[in-house]
């Protein structure tokens, strides 16, 4: 991925300039006549020494006029360069808003791969970090380089035109001056600037992990750990960012510097054309007032360029955000499946995890016929929920392909193909939103009865009608404030009102007391008529009314058929699993 530099930069940021194209090109027009104009007053100055100067008593009309034309440009440029603040707070405020929501939507649209080895926070950093340092890189360039460029550049010219020993000596001192500072903020201070962003982003990974895994911290009074984790981290970028600053504070210095011996040769200049009568008292008034003018441009240039430095390091990351490939992205001309009965076939399919030595699937087949009903069984890690992710093309395959209703799930979108794919996770995530917002994310446009008749399928309502603001209450991040039986129910009432033609449930029950999960159960039983099903299972007693039961190991089905087949195999894996489970309960009860 290429690292930002300015002209990768400023391809991305004119991009979101010209979405307002109108905007733009006014705001740029008012600016460049706001600099004209201040460029203007130091001349006017002189006009109105020399006005006085050469003035008789009696005879003050040469003198008002000068001081007419002076109080104009500073009026006209204190107008303009008001008029200048408006625009571009329209326009900043505008492309902002857009940088953002782009971001958003790729990093939304990047693999779950992708999402399970970054940190939450850090991520929102580097967004919102982004899109605040377009808005100072915009803000550097509209009150600070251009102006300073047009400021350095006429004043160079008219100095060069009028007298061309002093237009040489600012023009070599701007030069020699604008090749240190960006020589010391490019080879100088961008590594340390780099380096301290780094940190920046690993502070906020820390915080972000920590806090949402509060709870946990809790339960192992860890408090003390964490913030020895996180003091750690902070003393790494505490050292890094007073390098950073230290180095700019030195180039500092050394513009300074460079900015006297501009005001010594400038001025010097001057004054020895005053002694050859080659200037007037006003000419060494404007040229006062102009290299007061310029130093102050160039020390605000100086400003500006370890700005733009610092600015481009930070839109780094939204830059790669934004040119960076979708891992499973949809091919072009993708259709939107319509699933009209539900058969899944897995055909030939090959499958291995980035990172893994060996593949999970190697031609693997499987034909699942609509509206049946599958339990998937086995150890940990054999493969029933990498089956489902594949489903859901969380992944893509390395070979073979995965058909639903005959159509390749490769070649259809993705939005299409996870609406017809409902979930109930083992551990449900919700919105720190309002109860019947997250039943009725599965569809936006649910009636409020609706909701309600989900809820009671899974017996939402038996808790909600305890709460003060029933189905209005706030959940909680990540639905924290209810319980982890409640969080399941509402994730199936989610399920239920999704209504889709498939269903994956990955061990819904685990979370629910004995009662609950016999209410549970036959909801369950109505919400899987007529779909396919697909029932992850680590407690064996949910699958055992099942059409069909797969037992995975490694990556393979070992065992296929329905739960009084398989037990009548004396040696078989799903009996041994059974047998193993209900001995379990066996001895907890006789220990009890």
Same mark, same amino acid.
């Given at each position: 991925?290429?690292?930002?530099?300015?002209?990768?930069?400023?391809?991305?940021?004119?991009?979101?300039?010209?979405?307002?194209?109108?905007?733009?090109?006014?705001?740029?027009?008012?600016?460049?006549?706001?600099?004209?104009?201040?460029?203007?007053?130091?001349?006017?100055?002189?006009?109105?020494?020399?006005?006085?100067?050469?003035?008789?008593?009696?005879?003050?009309?040469?003198?008002?006029?000068?001081?007419?034309?002076?109080?104009?440009?500073? +009026?006209?440029?204190?107008?303009?360069?008001?008029?200048?603040?408006?625009?571009?707070?329209? @326009?900043?405020?505008?492309?902002?808003?857009?940088?953002?929501?782009?971001?958003?939507?790729?990093?939304?649209?990047?693999?779950?791969?992708?999402?399970?080895?970054?940190?939450?926070?850090?991520?929102?950093?580097?967004?919102?970090?982004?899109?605040?340092?377009?808005?100072?890189?915009?803000?550097? @360039?509209?009150?600070?380089?251009?102006?300073?460029?047009?400021?350095?550049?006429?004043?160079?010219?008219?100095?060069?035109?009028?007298?061309?020993?002093?237009?040489?000596?600012?023009?070599?001192?701007?030069?020699?001056?604008?090749?240190?500072?960006?020589?010391?903020?490019?080879?100088?201070?961008?590594?340390?600037?780099?380096?301290?962003?780094?940190?920046?982003?690993?502070?906020?990974?820390?915080?972000?992990?920590?806090?949402?895994?509060?709870?946990?911290?809790?339960?192992?009074?860890?408090?003390?750990?964490?913030?020895?984790?996180?003091?750690?981290?902070?003393?790494?970028?505490?050292?890094?960012?007073?390098?950073?600053?230290?180095?700019?504070?030195?180039?500092?210095?050394?513009?300074?510097?460079?900015?006297?011996?501009?005001?010594?040769?400038?001025?010097?200049?001057?004054?020895? @054309?005053?002694?050859?009568?080659?200037?007037?008292?006003?000419?060494?008034?404007?040229?006062?007032?102009?290299?007061?003018?310029?130093?102050?441009?160039?020390?605000?240039?100086?400003?500006?360029?370890?700005?733009?430095?610092?600015?481009?390091?930070?839109?780094?990351?939204?830059?790669?955000?934004?040119?960076?490939? @979708?891992?499973? +992205?949809?091919?072009?001309?993708?259709?939107?499946?319509?699933?009209?009965?539900?058969?899944?076939?897995?055909?030939?399919?090959?499958?291995?995890?980035?990172?893994?030595?060996?593949?999970?699937?190697?031609?693997?087949?499987?034909?699942?016929?609509?509206?049946?009903?599958?339990?998937?069984?086995?150890?940990?890690?054999?493969?029933?929920?990498?089956?489902?992710?594949?489903?859901?093309?969380?992944?893509?395959?390395?070979?073979?392909?995965?058909?639903?209703?005959?159509?390749?799930?490769?070649?259809?979108?993705?939005?299409?193909?996870?609406?017809?794919?409902?979930?109930?996770?083992?551990?449900?995530?919700?919105?720190?939103?309002?109860?019947?917002?997250?039943?009725?994310?599965?569809?936006?446009?649910?009636?409020?009865?609706?909701?309600?008749?989900?809820?009671?399928?899974?017996?939402?309502?038996?808790?909600?009608?305890?709460?003060?603001?029933?189905?209005?209450?706030?959940?909680?991040?990540?639905?924290?404030?209810?319980?982890?039986?409640?969080?399941?129910?509402?994730?199936?009432?989610?399920?239920?009102?999704?209504?889709?033609?498939?269903?994956?449930?990955?061990?819904?029950?685990?979370?629910?007391?004995?009662?609950?999960?016999?209410?549970?159960?036959?909801?369950?039983?109505?919400?899987?008529?007529?779909?396919?099903?697909?029932?992850? +299972?680590?407690?064996?007693?949910?699958?055992?009314?099942?059409?069909?039961?797969?037992?995975?190991?490694?990556?393979?089905?070992?065992?296929?058929?329905?739960?009084?087949?398989?037990?009548?195999?004396?040696?078989?894996?799903?009996?041994?699993?059974?047998?193993?489970?209900?001995?379990?309960?066996?001895?907890?009860?006789?220990?009890?």
């Amino acid at each position: 991925m290429p690292k930002a530099k300015f002209s990768r930069v400023m391809r991305f940021v004119v991009h979101y300039w010209l979405l307002s194209p109108r905007l733009f090109f006014t705001l740029v027009a008012v600016r460049v006549l706001s600099t004209l104009v201040d460029v203007s007053i130091p001349l006017a100055s002189g006009w109105l020494i020399d006005a006085i100067a050469s003035g008789q008593p009696g005879d003050s009309g040469p003198a008002i006029r000068a001081l007419v034309v002076f109080v104009a440009l500073g +009026a006209l440029f204190q107008a303009s360069r008001q008029i200048v603040t408006f625009l571009l707070n329209r @326009l900043s405020a505008r492309a902002i808003t857009t940088i953002g929501r782009d971001a958003f939507a790729k990093v939304q649209r990047f693999s779950s791969d992708w999402h399970a080895n970054s940190f939450a926070g850090a991520t929102v950093r580097k967004i919102t970090r982004g899109m605040t340092s377009f808005d100072t890189f915009t803000d550097t @360039l509209a009150f600070g380089l251009l102006p300073a460029f047009i400021v350095v550049v006429g004043v160079t010219g008219v100095f060069a035109w009028r007298w061309p020993i002093l237009g040489l000596v600012v023009g070599v001192s701007i030069v020699v001056f604008l090749i240190v500072t960006v020589l010391l903020a490019v080879l100088w201070i961008r590594p340390a600037n780099v380096e301290a962003r780094e940190w920046d982003s690993k502070m906020s990974g820390v915080i972000a992990d920590s806090i949402t895994g509060n709870p946990v911290v809790k339960s192992f009074a860890a408090e003390g750990r964490e913030d020895q984790r996180f003091g750690d981290v902070a003393k790494g970028w505490e050292w890094r960012a007073i390098r950073s600053w230290d180095r700019s504070a030195v180039s500092g210095l050394i513009q300074a510097f460079l900015l006297v011996l501009l005001q010594i040769g400038m001025l010097g200049t001057g004054v020895w @054309l005053w002694t050859q009568g080659r200037a007037s008292p006003g000419d060494i008034a404007s040229l006062i007032a102009t290299q007061f003018l310029i130093t102050g441009y160039l020390r605000d240039i100086a400003q500006h360029v370890r700005s733009v430095q610092r600015t481009i390091n930070d839109m780094d990351d939204v830059l790669d955000f934004r040119d960076a490939d @979708l891992q499973v +992205a949809d091919v072009p001309g993708a259709k939107t499946l319509a699933v009209t009965r539900g058969t899944i076939a897995f055909e030939d399919v090959t499958f291995k995890y980035t990172g893994a030595r060996e593949p999970l699937y190697e031609h693997f087949s499987l034909l699942i016929p609509a509206g049946q009903r599958v339990g998937l069984v086995g150890q940990s890690g054999a493969g029933k929920s990498s089956f489902v992710k594949l489903i859901q093309r969380l992944y893509d395959l390395d070979g073979g392909r995965i058909l639903i209703d005959g159509h390749d799930i490769s070649k259809v979108t993705q939005t299409s193909l996870r609406e017809a794919v409902g979930l109930v996770p083992q551990d449900p995530v919700l919105f720190h939103r309002s109860i019947a917002e997250n039943i009725a994310y599965g569809r936006p446009g649910a009636t409020m009865d609706e909701i309600e008749e989900a809820a009671r399928l899974s017996h939402v309502d038996e808790f909600v009608r305890d709460l003060p603001k029933g189905y209005e209450t706030l959940v909680g991040e990540r639905g924290v404030k209810l319980s982890g039986g409640e969080r399941q129910r509402v994730a199936i009432a989610r399920a239920i009102l999704a209504a889709t033609p498939i269903l994956i449930l990955d061990e819904a029950t685990s979370s629910l007391d004995s009662v609950s999960e016999h209410y549970i159960r036959d909801a369950m039983d109505k919400l899987a008529a007529g779909r396919t099903t697909m029932v992850i +299972a680590h407690r064996l007693s949910t699958v055992q009314k099942l059409d069909r039961i797969l037992v995975f190991d490694r990556g393979r089905i070992v065992e296929d058929g329905t739960h009084a087949e398989l037990m009548r195999r004396e040696a078989g894996v799903y009996r041994r699993l059974v047998e193993t489970q209900t001995g379990s309960f066996l001895v907890a009860d006789a220990a009890e």
